[in-house]
């Protein structure tokens, strides 16, 4: 019995060795990684095949279908799975694989955030308007302001 409780209470410690100074540099990670996830949205894988159909390249889609089947799938793929095997981000996941393939995370992390960076822009437009709106929202109920009047 005695041999059970020494088990069960080793177990118990070994859950969660992390200290308080580890959890907040983990709880500031994971900030930055929920505010990267929030500016990163699906519809970035077409915005390039979009761009090259509207300026007519048409051709353009059978690379892209077949780099996105043989690369991006597998890649994305390798983040979800992989990464959550091994309880790890894209960079430790390229990094188990060898040193020089840390880069390509690197580059996928960067390329998504280029290409979200217009939709950044339109979301600021966006939530400027929305604080104009929510500053003025008294006087416009009430007929007050200056810039509603007819």
């Known amino acids: 019995m005695n041999r059970f409780r020494i088990v069960r209470t080793i ?3 070994q859950i969660n060795p992390t200290s308080q100074d580890e959890r ?9 990684l929920m505010f990267c ?3 990163i949205n699906p519809s970035l894988l077409w915005i390039s095949p ?3 159909f509207l300026y007519g390249g048409v051709y353009f889609f059978i ?3 077949l780099t996105y089947l043989l690369l991006a799938f597998p890649l994305i793929h390798l983040e979800i799975f992989v990464g959550q095997l091994h309880q790890c981000n894209i960079l430790a996941i390229f990094r188990r694989y060898g040193w020089a393939f840390q880069s390509i995370g690197i580059l996928i992390f960067i ?6 960076v217009r939709n950044i822009e339109i979301s600021y437009v966006a939530l400027e308007h929305v604080k104009n709106v929510l500053q003025d929202l008294t006087d416009m ?3 007050q302001s ?3 009047r007819g």
């Open 11 to 13: 177990r118990m410690t």
């Open 24 to 32: 907040d540099k983990r709880s500031q990670l994971v900030d930055i």
């Open 37 to 39: 996830g929030l500016i």
């Open 50 to 52: 979009t761009n090259a």
């Open 63 to 65: 690379p892209y279908i």
């Open 111 to 116: 390329q998504f955030f280029i290409q979200s």
């Open 141 to 143: 109920l009430s007929c």
């Open 146 to 148: 200056e810039r509603y």
